[in-house]
């Protein structure tokens, strides 16, 4: 299966009072950079997290946040009733034995400790959900590259079969050169009125052609197509031989294209120049 590098995924939980937010993204690079954005209370899961990241993904620039935000729960003021009424009954007992005392009021009462029941969560207990929707989030993120890599394995293919059409025209053209040579070279002693002899025409004539010879070319392209095919169509991994295929199958096509001497060839060699460009282009998204 071929992979893209450009993706993105999120996912997001409300748990133990607390709403967890992970984003990844990622996009293409050399080699695999993985960088975490973590709060600081649970930045003791990033080694074992980036570690599940190196496991699953090879190559790319993937970043990864984890934002913790106050739950809708958390904001509730959840008192303890017990604690109350037993402080309540104590300051009615004061008012009694001290009636010029002032006052309680109900923040006076909240400040007590144990009236309001806020007990902290267990960092584990966070850690664990953390790790656990990062999970989840890497998960979606591979989908979403084998999704985009599926597309461009098709588009790779699509236009290495462009290159197999060009050549099947590019070869009979190619063995129409040496008459093309003669043809020319016939005009052009007649133009200037020159008497050669016959076996002086046909050493100039098989010269010619081997200098315009590009059946070597052709069949290195051809070789290439073939192999980049396979590889696209392999199990991988696919980018970088992908990216080593179409920088030959580039320096074939040049060649071709300085040695053309038909209008023909040369127009052709253009087009497998825009077909590699375009080849070259998608490669850089591939894992």
């Known amino acids: 299966m071929m992979y893209s ?3 993105f995924a999120r996912a997001a939980v409300d748990a133990h009072g607390r709403h967890l937010v992970w984003e990844i993204r990622s996009v293409n690079h050399r080699f695999l950079e993985t960088h975490f954005r973590i ?6 899961i990033e080694h074992p997290l980036r570690e599940l990241a190196r496991k699953h993904l090879k190559r790319g620039k993937v970043d990864c946040t984890l934002r913790l935000e106050a ?13 109350l009424l037993q402080l309540l009954a104590a300051v009615e007992q004061v008012r009694r034995d ?6 309680v009021t109900p923040i006076d009462l909240m400040r007590w400790p144990g009236v309001l029941d806020d007990t902290p969560v ?4 966070l850690e664990e959900t953390a790790s656990q929707l990062f999970e989840q989030a890497l998960t979606d993120l591979i989908s979403a590259r084998a999704r985009e890599g599926a597309q ?16 099947k025209v590019l070869k009979p053209q190619v063995s129409q050169i040496a008459q093309h040579q003669k043809t020319k070279l ?17 050493q100039e004539v098989a010269l010619l052609a081997q200098r315009a010879d590009v059946a070597e070319e052709l069949d290195r392209l051809a070789i290439h197509v073939e192999e980049a095919r396979s590889n696209a169509l392999g199990p991988g991994p696919h980018g970088r031989r992908l990216d080593f295929l179409t920088q030959e199958l580039n320096r074939e096509a040049n060649t071709l294209g300085a040695k053309s001497i038909m209008p023909e060839t040369s127009q052709r060699a253009v087009d497998l120049k825009v077909i590699i460009e375009q080849i070259r282009e998608q490669v850089q998204n591939i894992e």
Do not use: H
């Open 122 to 125: 267990e960092e584990s207990l």
């Open 152 to 167: 461009l394995q098709q588009t790779i293919c699509e236009r290495l079969d462009q290159i197999d059409a060009l050549l």
């Open 98 to 103: 001290a009636p010029e005392i002032g006052p």
């Open 5 to 7: 590098m450009t993706a």
């Open 71 to 83: 739950g809708a729960s958390e904001s509730k003021v959840t008192i303890n009733r017990p604690v």
């Open 186 to 202: 016939m005009q052009r002693i007649r133009d200037l009125q020159v008497n050669l002899e016959p076996g002086r025409l046909e």
């Open 39 to 44: 709060p600081e209370s649970l930045r003791g």
